[in-house]
């Protein structure tokens, strides 16, 4: 049901430049949702090109691990993990347990086991606790518990789908709240800095 809300979603988008047109007689308030729907996209943008930058590089450091210690499948197991980092903090997980549960299997207990769960929990650690935070820490000016409690909300309602479109669809709804005096409290309890003025 997520997967058709999206595609529907998407949909919609070409019908937008004609809906801001008939929003307002107003051309100055027309302006104003566009300055704020590009402004969205601008930081939407930047954020899945960062993102993508990171799984990439999580899912090739992971992928070195697997291979070095001939974990097999270790290709497929790379591009899953690069996959699931679109989700935060689950995805991390996801990315140590589904390898080296396979690995047990292959393996079985004993110090390879143990080299493949302390790499790849490393490497997890490594980018998703340095290099991602650095990269994303303007991008989109989330706090960690908007991100939980929004990657909590849109997969109980949209399922898997919802669990990667979590973070930008918060960001939109962050950076929409702001423009509003009525709703602006709301979008600096959701930031990170408490900060949501315009860069």
Avoid: H
């Amino acid at each position: 049901v997520g997967v058709l809300d999206v595609a529907f979603l998407l949909l919609e988008l070409r019908a937008v430049p004609q809906k801001l047109a008939n929003l307002s007689d107003d051309p100055a308030a027309v302006a104003q949702v566009e300055k704020i729907l590009t402004r969205i996209n601008d930081r939407i943008g930047t954020y899945l090109a960062l993102k993508t930058m990171v799984c990439l590089l999580t899912g090739f450091v992971s992928w070195l691990v697997m291979a070095g210690l001939g974990l097999e499948l270790a290709a497929f197991w790379a591009v899953l993990i690069a996959l699931v980092n679109y989700v935060p903090y689950i995805g991390s997980f996801l990315g140590v347990f589904v390898p080296v549960s396979f690995g047990l299997l292959q393996f079985g207990l004993g110090s390879e086991l143990l080299l493949l769960l302390v790499l790849l929990a490393a490497a997890q650690l490594l980018i998703g606790n340095v290099l991602d935070p650095y990269l994303m820490a303007n991008s989109l000016n989330l706090s960690a518990f908007a991100i939980l409690a929004s990657l909590a909300t849109w997969s109980a309602l949209w399922g898997i789908s919802g669990a990667f479109l979590a973070v930008p669809l918060t960001a939109s709804i962050a950076m929409v709240l702001a423009e509003f005096e009525g709703t602006r409290p709301i979008a600096v309890l959701l930031s990170k800095t408490g900060r949501v003025d315009e860069e």
